[in-house]
């Protein structure tokens, strides 16, 4: 698989130059990212964007071993063919137009999978995006260029999606809002060839990559796709689109992919430790937040001490502690001892730990270090929920110290953030710069918490 994600040249099928065209998008792309070998292929010029064109892909020279092709669905079996004769080892198509869309599409695709299996070239697609790499910096998608503008954010979570403007819709989406980074977003389409357990299997062993999601629509191999998630040792997160009847047929008409009864896959995923997610964005939260906490010790079971500076959200917090099967720390002694030196004499120390009397007295500063110091001291407590009402800048080194706290005292901190816009969107980036799952819910805040701890659970068990 390596052609694909690290080639020594790339023939572009389909390059143009009108910048109304995808084929152009694939060609900026490369020239900003691809530092090696980028050959245009069309007929239809001599040079594009300052690079020879070729009539052919079989004109193209060494070295070459992977062909990105944007060309009309009819035209794609006679290339592929081709690129095959030249010995090109794999061929990302993102042409659409094949099984997702009828009989004539079907026999396309079942065209190319002929060639395939005679020739040995792999196919990635049809119908795709193609690849991101924001690791090494590389696009190899007819995404807009526009993508660069916000800078491709690295992180270590990889995506592995069978939809092909949905990957680009998430990378534009978590560029822009600071989410989070990623490492690699893999757009698979029909899967004619590659498939997700092809990728998966990559991306188990690729450095670069500590936690993989996966949207998908079918798991037609669903044995292999099991035992690779049962011997994987980074978390995974797959969102399974399909499961109802109107899903799946759904499903059909977008990828071709025919879907599963979701009771059945449910269960077989759980049975080999991936999270499941039933929306997008929770899909990345949860992605984040086991990418931040992979390895939580065998003996913690998700104690949770909670600071806040509200008493309805703290109430709040306890149940949604409850309901995800995680439970709301009883303070050592030692804790209470430390507290009641913060807080006036009426004030009862309990958890949730409402730092309001608190701050009154000592300032803000002050009472949220020594309570965060406390419950960081604390042997029963696994995990700090922060609530944070964000109305002014942030200090980095303050909120820098209280994250040294949490990791030397090995206790998963996590973050619920309201706020000023602004301020709270300077608190995102601040928070991904510095390892904190920050979270404008509450309740997803717990639930990726209860996903860390549940995990780890499962995998040690």
């Not at 090696?36 to 964007?49: A, C, D, L, Q, S």
């Not at 269960?267 to 080999?272: C, N, R, Y």
């Not at 995800?324 to 913060?342: F, H």
Request: hydrophobic residues 45%.
């Amino acid at each position: 698989m390596d052609f694909f994600f690290k080639p020594k040249g790339i023939a572009l099928i389909g390059a143009s130059a009108n910048p109304a065209k995808g084929g152009y998008h694939i060609l900026k792309n490369l020239k900003v990212g691809f530092k090696r070998n980028i050959y245009p292929v069309n007929p239809g010029y001599t040079e594009i964007e300052g690079l020879k064109s070729y009539s052919s892909v079989l004109e193209v020279p060494d070295p070459v071993d992977l062909a990105i092709v944007f060309i009309p669905a009819p035209m794609v079996p006679q290339v592929v063919h081709q690129c095959a004769e030249r010995g090109i080892k794999g061929v990302m198509i993102q042409s659409a137009g094949f099984a997702e869309s009828g009989e004539k599409g079907k026999a396309l695709q079942q065209e190319i999978i002929q060639i395939h299996k005679k020739t040995g070239i792999r196919l990635w697609g049809p119908n795709c995006m193609g690849l991101v790499d924001a690791v090494h910096g590389l696009v190899f998608s007819f995404v807009l260029p526009a993508i660069w503008e916000e800078g491709l954010i690295p992180g270590n979570v990889s995506l592995v999606v069978q939809s092909g403007m949905l990957s680009a819709g998430f990378l534009i989406d978590l560029m822009t809002h600071g989410t989070m980074g990623i490492s690699k977003a893999c757009s698979i389409g029909n899967k004619a060839d590659i498939d997700e357990c092809d990728v998966l299997e990559y991306l188990i062993e690729d450095p670069d990559t500590g936690t993989i999601g996966l949207y998908l629509e079918s798991i037609p191999n669903g044995r292999k796709f099991t035992d690779l998630c049962k011997r994987s040792g980074k978390p995974i997160v797959v969102l399974k689109g399909g499961k109802s009847q109107k899903g799946a047929e759904a499903a059909m008409s977008h990828t071709a992919s025919l879907a599963g009864n979701g009771a059945v896959i449910s269960g077989a995923l759980a049975q080999v430790g991936v999270v499941e997610a039933y929306d997008f964005k929770q899909m990345m939260d949860l992605c984040r937040a086991l990418a931040q906490y992979p390895d939580i010790p065998r003996e913690k079971n998700g104690r949770v001490a909670i600071l806040t500076m509200s008493g309805a959200a703290g109430i709040m917090s306890t149940d949604f502690i409850d309901q995800n099967g995680l439970s709301v720390a009883n303070l050592s002694r030692d804790t209470e001892e430390a507290l009641k030196n913060l807080f006036p004499d009426w004030m009862p120390i309990t958890n949730p730990i409402d730092l309001w009397p608190a701050v009154e007295l000592h300032g803000r500063k002050k009472a949220f270090g020594e309570a965060f110091r406390a419950v960081c001291r604390d042997p029963d407590v696994d995990a700090i929920l922060i609530h944070l009402f964000v109305f002014a800048s942030v200090s980095k080194a303050n909120i820098s110290q209280l994250v040294e706290m949490a990791k030397a005292a090995g206790k998963p901190l996590f973050c619920w953030l309201m706020g000023k816009r602004d301020e709270a969107h300077q608190f995102q980036m601040l928070s991904q710069e510095l390892g904190i799952p920050a979270f404008p819910e509450l309740y997803r805040a717990v639930e990726c918490m209860a996903a860390v701890f549940s995990l780890k659970r499962e995998i040690s068990n």
